[in-house]
């Protein structure tokens, strides 16, 4: 498994932790923790992380899915949501910003771990592609 660099997005600072320390334990690279959409897409810049875990009830007055948004499109990095928020209307928003996944929580670490290889190997395989098309 390759070293990435994981950029956690979290307001409950007790749960952040915990997800940064596990994130380190399977072996990922956690540079920062965000707890507000706009924090999230400064560290995202600062950073430049491989891929978004984004809680999407944030502080302040951007949330995540508007962070994740603005994150994708200046950044192209890809966002898995990791959220206890499950409603139509929140998930229809989602949708919109064509999120790399969408974890519920309580999750196990295995969904987790599955959720970040594959968007990984996605974002890889989607950049490789387009640098051979640029080559041709």
């Not at 596990?22 to 897409?41: D, H, M, N, Q, W």
């Not at 560290?43 to 430049?48: G, S, Y």
Request: net charge neutral.
């Amino acid at each position: 498994m390759d070293k990435a660099k994981i950029l956690v997005v979290e307001d409950q600072n007790i749960v952040a932790l915990n997800l940064r320390n596990r994130l380190k334990k399977i072996g990922y690279i956690v540079p920062t923790i965000a707890s507000s959409g706009e924090e999230a897409i400064r560290k995202a810049e600062l950073t430049n992380p491989d891929l978004v875990l984004m809680d999407i009830m944030l502080k302040g007055g951007m949330d995540g899915i508007e962070a994740a948004r603005v994150i994708n499109s200046r950044f192209s990095v890809p966002v898995i949501y990791l959220t206890s928020c499950i409603d139509t209307g929140t998930l229809e928003r989602a949708k919109l910003t064509e999120p790399a996944g969408y974890i519920s929580k309580p999750f196990k670490e295995e969904d987790l771990i599955s959720n970040i290889e594959m968007a990984l190997y996605k974002n890889r395989s989607e950049k490789a592609k387009e640098k051979s098309e640029r080559n041709q």
